[in-house]
């Protein structure tokens, strides 16, 4: 007796269109974008840089995040200008030097949150299976996705058992004791993490997690005929940013003043 | 299925050997409980079914135990794991993938089953559990319950003949323990052979075959089920075992000590409409009004998600209330002055111990030298001899009594705990109890967040609970609503 | 503590802790590189000194081959995929790779030889940090003016990276691991040697 609508469920997947490209396609991207984010300096060619991922992202169903980013990126880069007109010594160095940082990093961390929510870690697995990272590397590094949120967590807890104790709760506290409190937290954290390490491998290895066959996920992974057209549409349009900060389109500023 | 022959083993670094001479045999489809102190071996028993013993804890074996014909000890864990299913205590450190879906595939996927088939057996895990409503959601978005229950669920897909659990019960409240006394049914009248070891076992008194005592590593008693649930009451005690009839054995409710309540110093703490809500929508504590004196010991109630975590956030100070306030012998606490008086217990003892030494950890925070005062603390907590000793070396209940000792260095006049009693055998919560009785005879005024029944009716003075009104309400339990809970919690295990 | 093939166990760990090495390697970095060029080229050896603690117990708790190169090579990739330049990341794995080959090797391991490789695998990650600064000045220093930010800090970064300095923030590197690992051999036993979570 089949149930349909477990089954639908089952093979249904939050997130679509770009998302269900192949994790390593959109790991390639990341890099790719890594790379170029560096070199682009020119207003327009960074600001469409920003805009296609944007889009990239809008079309693998998340629009609020990629429109939001846009947004923000819009407002600093135009704040930044701002800073221009005014000096203060060490706090403008510091503003535009954060101004210009963040500005690098949105659009990674914008394809970046995007393709941590997007894809589904058993599919990640099998994909660098097949692009032949070895597994001793492959577990490591998906362990540490889903420990991180619960290391945020478990910072909080311990910070509310020291802010209870009376142990560097207060901003004064903490600067006049760093390494303490560095300690303080640290040393919780760790412990938990041996615990926590331990018996998520316990309930791993009783799950077969130590399996050397092959490993097939629940949606199908593949790097085929899309994902090298999209591959060479990113390199395409990489190139082209590049060929326009050559050109006088590179140096334009849109940011300006008055 | 399973047998046991004269099986000794010896964790590697220890110099005895934990488990001795078992013989045990455990048929197709049985149900079997084991149960015992902390540290008597139960644990053990069954890491040496799953394949943990030897490969994940080495150590020295002696002996032999069997699946069938088979030497589980020969086999490794990868080749044990569609044969024998674990789940374990704390559903929080289970789960690999971040989206349930994926979970329930986790162990299917890891077998190298093909796509079609992976999707059968999650098929028929989420329709045998009901965990249709589960699917495709963020794990970190679930209940301790419900995230137990995507962790059976994924090892009921790898369809295992033999499934075995440790303590499931520890972290879960009155429903989820019930649902999953519903779940073990399912899988008993499957025909799965299921092992089980746990302290609380009231939720699995219809659905058992056998009970196995260990003490010391060695099996002193095997009881039928009618043997096991009609044992005379100090046996059980003597043994030191939770009741089966948690409802039934509730006892007197326990008065304050009367030399308090006459004392003209008794402090009050008072809380006047206190009300909190993380979403417009719904309030999750709505106009919440009482009040304290010392000596008064306080059991909360409620299932997860009731407010009980959150109302002992606002009363320690941790979060602020949207409205209301909160008076202590008159006066109106602010954030600060509510984390200065209040001390917090919380349930995982790892999330409070600081610094390398018990002496330390006690004065902490403080800033307190008083040598004698460190030594009594250290005397009537029975630590004297762990005084040098790292906090983290000590076990769950000596763990429990450092923190405890650190809020009476702090002098907290408002003490809260957060379910002290979770995975501790009988012994250990009478312990507790005595314990918070004692601490309350000499003026503080105690919270207690529990689900552990028994502990609760033996250790409170009043009894609030959120779950009887619903909408955020609070109500305190008089005899009668007491019962009617006691109902209320343990109908469906009526016999 | 002998030296034996990795196991799921070991490899959940590594993970684990590299999440924490990761998050720390984070907030200092981004947090030096606020403060001015000067604490800007000095980040890698502090991380190291933070990050010693962590990287002392993964080694303690699992003492094999292999460890080093893992926890180095997830954090190169991370470093990659977050946009870093590509000397970073390649910094980070071949620092690792090297020093866990040559220093830890397939004998038996010993604290001595923990805080060797962790200071050669800070040194070469330092390197690959900071020394592009300078070999591929030019190129570096019109980007990063071009990006807008002042022509200060850029004055000051290329102050901070010319090689005298250079070499002092190398050695900062090595000095950075050899730093951390003895902190963090000092925690070790103050902690959890004490606790009994580590053998000695």
């Given at each position: 007796m089949?149930?349909?609508?477990?089954?639908?469920?089952?093979?249904?997947?939050?997130?679509?269109g770009?998302a269900?490209l192949?994790?390593r396609l959109?790991?390639?991207?990341?890099i790719?974008l890594?790379?170029?984010s560096?070199f682009?300096?020119?207003?327009v060619?960074?600001?469409?840089?920003?805009?296609?991922?944007?889009?990239f992202?809008?079309?693998?169903?998340?629009?609020?995040?990629?429109?939001?980013?846009?947004i923000?990126?819009?407002?600093?880069?135009?704040?930044?200008?701002?800073l221009?007109?005014?000096?203060?010594?060490?706090?403008?160095?510091?503003?535009?030097?954060?101004?210009?940082?963040?500005?690098?990093?949105m659009p990674i961390?914008?394809?970046?949150r995007?393709v941590?929510?997007?894809?589904?870690?058993?599919?990640?697995?099998?994909a660098?299976?097949?692009?032949?990272?070895?597994l001793?590397?492959?577990?490591?590094?998906v362990?540490?996705?889903?420990?991180?949120?619960?290391?945020?967590?478990?910072y909080k807890?311990?910070?509310?058992?020291?802010k209870?104790?009376?142990?560097?709760?207060?901003?004064i506290?903490?600067?006049?004791?760093?390494?303490a409190?560095f300690?303080?937290?640290?040393?919780?954290l760790?412990?938990?993490?041996l615990?926590v390490?331990?018996?998520?491998?316990?309930?791993?290895t009783?799950r077969?997690?130590?399996?050397?066959?092959?490993r097939?996920?629940?949606?199908?992974?593949?790097?085929?005929?899309?994902?090298?057209l999209i591959?060479?549409?990113?390199?395409?349009?990489?190139?082209?940013?590049f060929v326009?900060?050559k050109?006088?389109?590179?140096?334009?500023v849109i940011?300006?003043?008055g | 299925?399973?047998?046991?022959?004269d099986?000794?083993?010896?964790?590697?670094g220890?110099?005895?050997?934990?488990?001795?001479n078992?013989d045990?045999?455990?048929?197709d489809?049985?149900?079997?409980?084991?149960?015992?102190?902390?540290?008597c071996?139960?644990?053990?028993?069954?890491?040496?079914?799953?394949?943990?013993i030897?490969?994940f804890?080495?150590?020295k074996?002696?002996?032999?135990v069997?699946y069938?014909?088979?030497s589980?000890?020969e086999?490794?864990?990868?080749?044990?794991?569609?044969?024998?299913?674990?789940v374990?205590?704390?559903?929080?450190?289970?789960f690999?993938?971040t989206d349930?879906?994926?979970?329930l595939?986790?162990?299917c996927?890891?077998?190298?089953?093909?796509?079609e088939e992976?999707?059968?057996?999650?098929?028929k895990a989420?329709t045998a559990?009901?965990?249709?409503?589960?699917?495709n959601r963020?794990?970190?978005?679930?209940?301790?319950?419900?995230?137990?229950?995507?962790?059976?669920?994924?090892?009921?897909?790898?369809?295992?003949?033999v499934?075995?659990?440790?303590?499931?019960?520890?972290?879960?409240?009155?429903?989820?323990t019930?649902?999953l006394?519903?779940?073990?049914?399912?899988?008993k009248?499957?025909?799965y052979t299921i092992i089980?070891?746990?302290?609380?076992?009231?939720?699995l008194?219809d659905?058992?075959d056998t009970?196995?005592?260990?003490?010391?590593?060695q099996?002193?008693n095997r009881?039928?089920?009618?043997?096991?649930?009609?044992?005379?009451n100090?046996?059980?005690?003597?043994?030191g075992?939770?009741?089966?009839?948690?409802?039934?054995?509730?006892?007197?409710?326990?008065?304050i000590?009367?030399?308090?309540?006459?004392?003209?110093?008794?402090n009050l703490?008072?809380?006047?409409?206190?009300?909190?809500?993380?979403?417009?929508?719904?309030?999750?504590?709505?106009e919440?009004s009482?009040?304290?004196?010392?000596?008064?010991?306080?059991?909360?109630t409620?299932?997860?998600?009731?407010?009980?975590?959150?109302?002992?956030?606002?009363?320690?100070?941790?979060?602020?209330?949207?409205s209301?306030?909160?008076?202590?012998?008159g006066?109106?606490?602010?954030?600060?002055k509510?984390r200065?008086?209040s001390?917090?217990v919380?349930?995982?003892?790892?999330?409070?111990?600081?610094?390398?030494s018990?002496?330390?950890?006690?004065v902490?925070?403080?800033?307190?030298?008083?040598?004698?005062?460190?030594d009594s603390?250290?005397d009537?907590?029975a630590?004297?001899?762990?005084?040098?000793?790292?906090?983290a070396?000590?076990?769950?209940?000596?763990?429990?009594?450092?923190?405890?000792?650190?809020?009476l260095?702090?002098?907290?006049e408002?003490l809260?705990?957060d379910?002290?009693?979770?995975g501790?055998?009988?012994?250990?919560?009478i312990?507790?109890?005595?314990l918070?009785?004692?601490?309350?005879d000499?003026g503080a005024?105690?919270?207690?967040?529990?689900?552990?029944?028994?502990?609760?009716?033996?250790?409170c003075?009043?009894?609030?609970?959120?779950?009887?009104e619903?909408?955020?309400?609070m109500?305190?339990?008089?005899?009668t609503?007491?019962?009617?809970?006691?109902?209320?919690?343990f109908?469906?295990?009526k016999? | 503590?002998k030296?034996k093939?990795?196991v799921?166990?070991?490899?959940?760990?590594i993970g684990?802790?590299?999440?924490?090495?990761f998050?720390?390697?984070?907030?200092?970095s981004?947090?030096?590189?606020f403060a001015?060029p000067?604490?800007?080229v000095?980040?890698?050896?502090?991380?190291s000194?933070?990050?010693?603690?962590?990287?002392?117990?993964?080694?303690?708790?699992?003492?094999?081959?292999?460890v080093?190169?893992?926890?180095?090579t997830?954090?190169?990739?991370?470093?990659?995929l977050?946009?870093?330049?590509w000397?970073?990341?390649?910094?980070?794995?071949?620092?690792?790779?090297?020093?866990?080959?040559?220093i830890?090797?397939?004998?038996?391991i010993?604290?001595?030889?923990?805080?060797?490789?962790?200071?050669?695998?800070?040194?070469?990650?330092?390197?690959?940090?900071?020394?592009?600064?300078?070999?591929?000045r030019?190129?570096?220093?019109?980007?990063?003016?071009?990006?807008g930010?002042?022509q200060?800090?850029?004055?000051?970064?290329?102050?901070?990276?010319?090689?005298?300095?250079l070499t002092?923030i190398?050695?900062?590197?090595?000095?950075?691991?050899?730093?951390?690992?003895?902190?963090g051999?000092?925690?070790?036993?103050?902690?959890?040697?004490?606790?009994?979570?580590v053998q000695?």
């Amino acid at each position: 007796m089949i149930n349909e609508s477990v089954r639908n469920k089952i093979t249904e997947v939050t997130f679509h269109g770009t998302a269900r490209l192949d994790p390593r396609l959109k790991l390639l991207m990341l890099i790719i974008l890594g790379c170029v984010s560096f070199f682009i300096n020119g207003d327009v060619p960074s600001l469409l840089l920003m805009t296609a991922v944007t889009v990239f992202v809008a079309a693998g169903s998340d629009p609020k995040w990629g429109i939001k980013m846009l947004i923000i990126y819009i407002l600093i880069s135009y704040l930044n200008i701002c800073l221009k007109y005014i000096y203060i010594p060490v706090i403008s160095l510091m503003i535009s030097m954060f101004g210009v940082t963040v500005l690098k990093a949105m659009p990674i961390v914008t394809l970046g949150r995007w393709v941590l929510k997007s894809t589904y870690m058993d599919e990640l697995t099998v994909a660098l299976e097949r692009a032949g990272m070895p597994l001793t590397v492959i577990i490591p590094f998906v362990v540490m996705f889903r420990y991180i949120p619960t290391l945020g967590i478990e910072y909080k807890l311990i910070r509310n058992t020291m802010k209870i104790r009376g142990v560097s709760d207060s901003f004064i506290k903490i600067l006049l004791h760093p390494f303490a409190t560095f300690e303080y937290i640290l040393i919780p954290l760790l412990m938990r993490c041996l615990k926590v390490s331990d018996e998520l491998a316990a309930s791993g290895t009783t799950r077969g997690m130590e399996r050397t066959n092959k490993r097939y996920a629940l949606q199908e992974v593949r790097f085929g005929f899309i994902e090298y057209l999209i591959l060479a549409f990113v390199l395409i349009f990489v190139a082209g940013l590049f060929v326009l900060e050559k050109t006088p389109a590179g140096h334009f500023v849109i940011w300006r003043l008055g | 299925m399973i047998r046991f022959k004269d099986f000794s083993f010896c964790y590697e670094g220890m110099t005895e050997d934990t488990l001795k001479n078992i013989d045990l045999e455990i048929k197709d489809g049985e149900m079997v409980l084991l149960t015992g102190r902390s540290g008597c071996g139960k644990t053990t028993l069954l890491r040496s079914i799953n394949g943990l013993i030897p490969h994940f804890y080495p150590g020295k074996t002696n002996g032999d135990v069997l699946y069938g014909d088979e030497s589980l000890l020969e086999m490794k864990p990868s080749d044990i794991a569609g044969k024998v299913g674990t789940v374990f205590q704390d559903p929080r450190s289970q789960f690999f993938m971040t989206d349930t879906t994926r979970e329930l595939a986790f162990g299917c996927e890891n077998m190298g089953y093909p796509r079609e088939e992976i999707i059968d057996r999650i098929e028929k895990a989420v329709t045998a559990l009901e965990l249709e409503e589960y699917l495709n959601r963020s794990i970190f978005s679930l209940s301790s319950g419900e995230k137990q229950q995507i962790a059976i669920g994924s090892v009921y897909a790898m369809t295992p003949k033999v499934f075995v659990f440790d303590e499931p019960s520890a972290n879960l409240d009155h429903e989820a323990t019930s649902r999953l006394s519903g779940i073990m049914k399912k899988l008993k009248d499957s025909g799965y052979t299921i092992i089980v070891a746990d302290h609380r076992f009231y939720y699995l008194r219809d659905l058992i075959d056998t009970a196995v005592y260990i003490e010391n590593g060695q099996i002193v008693n095997r009881f039928s089920r009618d043997e096991f649930l009609n044992l005379d009451n100090d046996f059980r005690i003597q043994k030191g075992l939770r009741t089966s009839y948690p409802e039934r054995d509730i006892g007197t409710i326990p008065e304050i000590s009367s030399e308090i309540e006459a004392s003209a110093e008794r402090n009050l703490f008072k809380v006047d409409g206190l009300t909190f809500a993380y979403d417009k929508k719904q309030k999750l504590l709505d106009e919440l009004s009482f009040e304290a004196s010392s000596g008064d010991v306080i059991g909360i109630t409620g299932h997860n998600g009731a407010g009980k975590t959150t109302l002992i956030s606002i009363l320690t100070g941790i979060l602020k209330e949207q409205s209301g306030k909160v008076y202590f012998k008159g006066k109106r606490l602010s954030a600060a002055k509510k984390r200065k008086l209040s001390y917090l217990v919380m349930q995982d003892a790892d999330y409070q111990l600081f610094t390398a030494s018990v002496e330390e950890e006690l004065v902490l925070g403080t800033k307190v030298s008083d040598k004698q005062m460190i030594d009594s603390v250290l005397d009537k907590l029975a630590l004297s001899e762990f005084r040098e000793c790292h906090p983290a070396a000590l076990s769950g209940g000596q763990k429990q009594r450092v923190t405890i000792g650190a809020s009476l260095i702090k002098n907290s006049e408002i003490l809260f705990f957060d379910e002290p009693t979770s995975g501790l055998d009988y012994d250990s919560m009478i312990r507790v109890s005595s314990l918070i009785k004692e601490l309350s005879d000499n003026g503080a005024i105690i919270f207690l967040v529990s689900h552990d029944f028994e502990f609760i009716t033996h250790t409170c003075t009043r009894i609030f609970d959120l779950d009887v009104e619903k909408n955020g309400k609070m109500i305190e339990l008089g005899e009668t609503t007491l019962q009617m809970l006691a109902e209320k919690y343990f109908h469906s295990f009526k016999q | 503590m002998k030296n034996k093939k990795l196991v799921g166990k070991d490899l959940i760990l590594i993970g684990a802790l590299t999440a924490v090495m990761f998050v720390i390697y984070m907030i200092i970095s981004i947090a030096m590189s606020f403060a001015g060029p000067v604490t800007n080229v000095f980040y890698p050896p502090v991380v190291s000194v933070f990050n010693g603690i962590v990287m002392m117990l993964l080694l303690a708790k699992v003492p094999k081959l292999g460890v080093l190169s893992i926890a180095g090579t997830i954090q190169g990739l991370l470093s990659f995929l977050l946009g870093a330049f590509w000397t970073v990341g390649t910094g980070l794995i071949v620092g690792a790779i090297l020093a866990d080959f040559l220093i830890i090797g397939f004998k038996d391991i010993s604290t001595k030889k923990m805080i060797a490789a962790y200071s050669v695998y800070s040194g070469i990650f330092t390197f690959g940090a900071i020394a592009p600064m300078n070999i591929f000045r030019d190129a570096f220093m019109a980007l990063t003016l071009k990006n807008g930010i002042s022509q200060e800090y850029v004055d000051g970064l290329i102050k901070m990276t010319e090689w005298p300095m250079l070499t002092v923030i190398i050695i900062a590197g090595f000095v950075g691991g050899f730093l951390g690992g003895l902190l963090g051999l000092k925690i070790l036993k103050k902690h959890f040697v004490k606790a009994g979570l580590v053998q000695a």
